[in-house]
């Protein structure tokens, strides 16, 4: 039989079965085990309302045309900006084509008229300028009548090229009829004078 221990018990303090026993189980055999935590919820199913709100579906084929139409002008304007022009000036409007074509002449006898011929060069189309050069231009018409006024009549927006008749009246007394013969410039999209048809 062995002695007690140093408190009282056999095997001293550290007995096997006793509670402060390194190695005795934390939870007796006996004790009902720890509770665990719940387990997750499952995810949710397909029918759960989103977040956020779905797109609208009104008006998406609209902005589809119109993001259609966007893009094909774009590339026009990118590789063709002659053709996008051409086309733009016959889907004008009769009226804006005959202002437009007036401003054109009115800008190219105004300086005729004002004896500036430098202006009136500059009023020329890109072809006119190659065919005749400033200085050319300038002392032709420095040796012909001058014009001291001018009436323009209505474009005929189904010729082409656009026409533009004009009452042209000289320092001499003279009058004629003269149509000036438009062009369109490829880069500005704007009508240029670029010859006569008498």
Not at 63 to 85: D, F, H, N, S, T
Request: with cysteine.
């Amino acid at each position: 039989m062995s002695a007690p221990g140093p408190y009282g018990s056999p095997g001293g303090p550290w007995a096997p079965g006793s509670p402060a026993h390194p190695w005795a189980p934390a939870h007796p055999a006996d004790a009902p085990p720890p509770e665990q935590p719940p387990a997750p919820p499952p995810p949710p199913g397909p029918g759960v309302v989103p977040p956020f709100p779905a797109p609208p579906t009104e008006g998406r084929s609209t902005r589809l045309w119109l993001a259609l139409g966007a893009g094909a002008l774009a590339v026009l304007l990118c590789c063709g900006g002659g053709i996008a022009a051409l086309v733009g000036l016959v889907v004008t409007t009769p009226g804006a084509v005959n202002e437009q074509a007036h401003a054109a002449v009115r800008k190219y006898l105004g300086a005729l008229q004002q004896g500036d011929y430098g202006a009136a060069y500059d009023q020329l189309c890109a072809r006119a300028r190659r065919v005749e050069t400033r200085e050319h231009f300038v002392e032709r018409h420095r040796n012909e009548p001058r014009v001291t006024a001018y009436q323009l009549g209505n474009v005929d927006i189904n010729r082409t090229p656009i026409e533009v008749p004009a009452q042209v009246s000289y320092d001499t007394g003279s009058r004629t009829t003269i149509n000036y013969v438009l062009e369109q410039d490829s880069r500005t999209a704007t009508l240029e004078v670029c010859g006569v048809d008498r």
